[in-house]
Structure formats: C-alpha cells, structure tokens
C-alpha cells in the first residue's frame, strides 16, 4: 500500500511540475519592458521595468543578472507591475568598492522602488538575491506581501552552520586581490565551474548562457564585486541575528529547491527566518532553475502569487 502511494505521488508530481528539456539560450524581455538606471544609495542600479498590477520584484543571484528573469518576467507582466533589477556590483549596475552587506543591498531595492513611486511588493530571489530579499523583507516586512526563496541559503539562518561545512562552498571564502589576478582574463573559466558543479545537468546551462553572463562578469570592477557578494557574509550574519531576534518574517513563504541541489532543505532554510512556509522541490533540477527547468518553476512561482 505504502509503495503504491509513493508511486502515485510520484506521478502527480510528475504532472504538475514536468520535467522537460530546458529553453536554450538566454531569451530576451517583452518589448513593452523599459530600462533605466536608479541612482540610491550611493549605487546606479540598473532595472527593467514593465507591466501593469500589482508590483513583484526578481532578485537574481552570483554568477547571472536580471536577465535571468525575463521568462518569468513575461508571465507575470499580464497582470503585475513586475521590476527586476541587477544587484549592486552585477550585469549593467555600477561597481561601488563598498556595500555589498545584504541588508545595504536590500536598501538598494527599497531605494529603486521608492524611485518607481512603488509601495508593497510581492519579492521573488534566487542564490544571493535570497540573502537581499530576507534583508528587505525582515527590516520592511510591512512591504512584503509574499516572498519567494530559491535554492541558496541566509546567512546565519537556520542550518547555516551546517551547509558550510559543504566542500562545494569552498568559493564563499575565495577572494582578494591575488585571487582576483589569478581570474582575470579567466572569469569564463571561473564562472564554468558554478555552471556546471551546481547543474543536474551541465548541458542545461547552455553555451549562449554561458558566453551571455561570462562577459558581464569580465566588466572592470565586476569579479571583485562578485567577491566582495563573498566577503559579506561575516557581517551578513550578524545583521541576519538581529533580524532574527525580532521574530519570524509574517509573510507567506514558498521555498523552491532544485531536486538535485537543495531540494527539500531550501524549504528547513525558510523555516527558521519564517512561520508560513511552503516547500516546492522542482524535479530534474540543480541549482540553475531557471536554466534547467524554466517551465515548472515559473508554474510554482506563478500559482504561489496569485
């Protein structure tokens, strides 16, 4: 009987979030989407724009930009007023020495939506985009109404002691000026290993992608803002701590693991910065959800939101 009825869950999971060959290359937002660059907070932050309701705003994460995006950005832009900005130090914004503590980040975001004459937001994340949106939403949790989190872990939060001790993170403390010399020039090589470490299937995070990304981290000033993403870490758990003693976030949470990275502990790493807490596991999926598996992740984003 028990066998029977892991088969059949099997199979509706199967149904409702197929596992199907992923969209190759890097695809272009709507035209009706607009671009500007936001000066706040002693960054310009460069952001897409465009749709109408309700407003969500995509936060991507290392080793990609916003145009991670633009397949979800598409669905959602029918009745959303959907932002999706690059990070402080990735893709078209600037590369400030300092800054990139997620919680100056997070202000980074509130900054480029006050800039957008923009109140209460749904936030979808993704890797270190997720370490930004917790920021955002524990210091301005009356301007979340619902907060995605995808396959990456909060510093100081939950079992975050223990997916340190992972070897695959070795990169978290990587950095500095020799490391910086010994990429330069190389940052496709550098880049390659996350691609292809962190994919179910390396052959899903395709060559155009690849060359896509490679060249907006070759910009000056982009691997070491990567690093310093890093760096932060230290003071990005001490702020999260303080986050933290101030009680669980009172959104409502979807936690998205790729079935091949974090799976289910995306959902434990929810848990311990959130009370309302859905876990979603995308099957056939690394890291790389987007890449991977576009189709079934848009599916769970896009029935969480509404």
């Not at 009987?1 to 695809?27: D, H």
């Not at 299937?201 to 310093?228: I, Q, W």
């Not at 807490?277 to 029935?303: D, N």
Request: glycine share 10%; no cysteine; aromatic share 10%.
């Amino acid at each position: 009987m028990r066998k029977t009825l892991s088969i059949l869950l099997l199979l509706v999971s199967l149904y409702v979030f197929p596992v199907v060959p992923a969209v190759s290359a890097v695809v272009p937002f709507p035209a009706s989407f607009t671009t500007r660059t936001i000066t706040t907070n002693g960054a310009k932050i460069y952001v897409r724009v465009g749709g109408h309701g309700p407003a969500v705003v995509l936060l991507h994460g290392y080793g990609e930009t916003g145009d991670m995006w633009a397949p979800l950005a598409a669905k959602l832009a029918v009745n959303h007023t959907v932002v999706v900005p690059d990070l402080r130090g990735m893709g078209l914004s600037d590369h400030p020495a300092t800054g990139y503590d997620k919680k100056n980040e997070a202000r980074d975001i509130a900054g480029v939506l006050d800039t957008l004459q923009i109140g209460k937001v749904d936030v979808v994340a993704h890797d270190i985009g997720n370490m930004v949106a917790y920021a955002f939403a524990a210091e301005q949790p009356e301007r979340v109404s619902k907060l995605v989190l995808m396959d990456a872990p909060i510093p100081g939060v939950g079992p975050w002691e223990e997916i340190l001790k992972s070897p695959l993170l070795w990169h978290f403390r990587f950095g500095g000026p020799d490391m910086e010399r010994l990429v330069k020039g190389r940052e496709r090589i550098y880049l390659d290993r996350f691609w292809n470490d962190f994919s179910a299937n390396p052959k899903n995070f395709d060559e155009a992608s690849r060359r896509h990304y490679a060249k907006f981290y070759a910009l000056p000033g982009a691997m070491h803002s990567g690093f310093e993403q890093f760096h932060a870490f230290d003071q990005d758990v001490i702020d999260n701590k303080t986050f933290l003693a101030k009680g669980p976030l009172p959104m409502p949470v979807l936690a998205i693991g790729g079935e091949k990275s974090f799976g289910t502990m995306m959902e434990t790493v929810a848990r311990g910065a959130a009370g309302n807490v859905r876990g979603v596991v995308i099957p056939g999926a690394g890291h790389w959800l987007m890449e991977e598996q576009p189709k079934a992740t848009v599916e769970a984003i896009v029935q969480f939101l509404q």
